[in-house]
Nanobody, 118 residues
Framework: QVQPVESGGGLVQPGESLKLSCLASRAILSTWNVLTMAWYRQAPGLQRELVAQITDRWTTTYADSVQGRFTITKNNAKRTAYLQMDNLKPEDTAVYFC?????????WGQGTQVTVSS
């Protein structure tokens, strides 16, 4: 069973940066069969939205609201995805969730809080 675990959230001021990490598996396996790693976020009172994703073929997709500011990467050997967030804005404040899509299942992390406030 794969259970993503996020880390790296925190409180920052507008314009600052933060980097999130997502360990998508705590099991030691010979291969990592993830199809897509993605970051979602959910602000109070709002629906969970897709922020960024990266496929097994290294194709990346970003929400318009974060395009040019956020960068998603991954390290297959470490089974970890990252979200580099630059020039953070107050509207980026949310709980950020890591999502791992496998051939037959989709798993979610517990979330990490990102707060951007002056």
């Amino acid at each position: 069973q794969v259970q993503p675990v996020e880390s790296g959230g925190g409180l920052v001021q507008p314009g600052e940066s933060l980097k999130l990490s997502c360990l998508a598996s705590r099991a030691i396996l010979s291969t990592w069969n993830v199809l897509t790693m993605a970051w979602y976020r959910q602000a109070p009172g709002l629906q969970r939205e897709l922020v960024a994703q990266i496929t097994d073929r290294w194709t990346t997709t970003y929400a318009d609201s974060v395009q040019g500011r956020f960068t998603i990467t991954k390290n297959n050997a470490k089974r970890t995805a990252y979200l580099q967030m630059d020039n953070l804005k107050p509207e980026d404040t949310a709980v950020y969730f890591c999502n791992a899509v496998f051939r037959s299942s989709t798993l979610w992390g517990q979330g990490t809080q990102v707060t951007v406030s002056s």
